[in-house]
């Protein structure tokens, strides 16, 4: 049997855990205030007069508000000087008052009343001829601001919040740090309640109640597959029950202060045959060969190529051919789980200290099983650096 795999149940492990304490600050209004003249130098850079962020990661980043993005418009306009300015709907004041980490212009909208011109007034008053728009935000909000604001040249501002938000604090680090620790933790345990005929729907929701004794508010999301359906990177509708022999694939993640932790972890249940142990050590070695490409200076892409080139050498692909990698290698985490940059082919941004990704070149064996192993690094000055340490063998999963 697989060592730490089994002997256990969920009512023994979630009694056994208790609320984190190792944890990392909450990002500072100095790191927020230099976030925003970071945003303005880039600004000046791409010769655009304002920002507009909407509800969602990015107003998260810049000014605290925690909210995602709904049919209302609550968005902030950056001018390159003076204050911030929220548009926001007015009933939210209260709420808005307590969540807001910085000092800002609030502009409130009754609900019978058009965001929208809130938006064009602003624009006019400080005379924004460019507006670069948040590539996340809804293009309904866009078109409208268009309509009010025809003479506004609406321009993507992917380069000044990607350029704000790819590289990481070490506050950041920090707090991502802390989640990628717990969910590994809640990995390890979720691990020792496996028993044949346990359900994936129990598995999980073990994982998000040892998520919450930690500390965090639950699972951000949470796949468990046993068997065939791991041949899917994202498996397969309907319930499934554990059965001996089984390949475990389990990917799942918790925030903290918004920042995501996702670590996949694959073992058998029982004991893995010749092919498992075969395509789960070119699994570890593809891993180890995408963190081993990481310098500053080298291509996203560089990193995902490395990792094929093992995949190829053990007789997989080529490119994303099945038996292989059908996916990209990693992609960037942060306040968003997915957020650029990619470790793809065509990414051709240049890795730079405090870039943080995802580590993931899963092997699909089409119809049979699939092996993921994911950890997340960090790019250094000499590197790249593991969040979580990678799992050690098949036979150990959690060393
Ligand atoms: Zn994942
Ligand atoms: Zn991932």
């Given at each position: 049997m697989t060592r730490g795999i089994g002997g256990s149940n969920a009512s023994a492990q979630l009694a056994d855990l208790a609320?984190?304490?190792?944890?990392?600050?909450?990002?500072?209004?100095?790191?927020?205030?230099?976030?925003?003249?970071?945003?303005?130098?880039?600004?000046?850079?791409?010769?655009?007069?304002?920002?507009?962020?909407?509800?969602?990661?990015?107003?998260?980043?810049?000014a605290g508000v925690p909210w995602g993005a709904s049919e209302r418009l609550v968005a902030m306009?950056?001018?390159?000087?003076?204050?911030?300015?929220?548009?926001?709907?007015?009933?939210?004041?209260?709420t808005l008052e307590a969540?807001?980490?910085?000092?800002?212009?609030?502009?409130?909208?009754?609900?019978?009343?058009?965001?929208?011109e809130l938006v064009a007034d602003a624009l006019r008053e400080l005379g924004v001829v460019r507006l670069a728009v948040d590539p996340a935000m809804a293009f309904l909000f866009v078109d409208r601001i268009r309509k009010v604001a025809p003479s506004a040249d609406i321009v993507d501002a992917s380069a000044i919040v990607d350029g704000c938000r790819m590289q990481k604090s070490e506050a950041e680090l920090a707090l991502m740090r802390q989640a990628k620790a717990m969910t590994l933790?809640?990995?390890?345990?979720?691990?020792?309640?496996?028993?044949?005929?346990?359900?994936?729907?129990?598995?999980r929701r073990f994982i998000d109640e040892a998520h919450r004794a930690l500390g965090s508010s639950g699972s951000s999301f949470c796949i468990v597959q046993f068997g065939r359906s791991t041949a899917f990177p994202h498996g397969l509708p309907g319930e499934s029950i554990l059965g001996e022999g089984d390949v475990v694939l389990i990917d799942t993640g918790?925030?903290?202060?918004?920042?995501?932790?996702?670590?996949?972890?694959?073992?058998?249940?029982?004991?893995?045959?010749?092919e498992q142990r075969r395509i789960w050590s070119l699994e570890q070695e593809a891993q180890q060969a995408a963190f081993d490409a990481v310098r500053p200076g080298v291509p996203c892409e560089a990193v995902d190529a490395a990792a094929r080139k093992v995949l190829e050498r053990g007789g997989l692909g080529p490119d994303y051919r099945l038996p292989g990698l059908p996916h990209r290698t990693?992609?960037?985490?942060?306040?968003s789980i997915h957020e650029p940059a990619y470790l793809v082919r065509g990414d051709k941004t240049p890795l730079a200290p405090?870039?943080?990704?995802?580590?993931?070149?899963?092997?699909?064996?089409?119809?049979?099983?699939?092996?993921?192993?994911?950890?997340?690094?960090y790019v250094t000055e000499e590197g790249a650096a593991w969040f979580t340490n990678p799992s050690p063998s098949i036979d150990a999963p959690f060393g």
């Open positions: 609320p984190w304490t190792d944890r990392a600050p909450a990002i500072t209004v100095e790191e927020r205030l230099a976030r925003i003249e970071k945003a303005r130098r880039l600004m000046g850079e791409n010769g655009v007069d304002a920002l507009l962020v909407g509800a969602g990661a990015s107003l998260r980043y810049f306009l950056l001018p390159r000087s003076g204050k911030p300015i929220l548009v926001c709907p007015r009933f939210e004041l209260g969540d807001l980490a910085i000092e800002a212009d609030l502009r409130l909208w009754e609900e019978d009343e058009s965001p929208s933790e809640v990995q390890r345990r979720a691990a020792l309640i496996l028993q044949p005929g346990i359900t994936a729907t129990e598995v918790c925030t903290i202060e918004g920042y995501h932790s996702d670590i996949t972890r694959t073992y058998v249940f029982g004991a893995a045959n010749d990693g992609h960037g985490i942060g306040l405090g870039m943080c990704f995802s580590n993931e070149p899963m092997i699909v064996v089409p119809d049979r099983f699939g092996i993921r192993l994911e950890d997340h690094f």
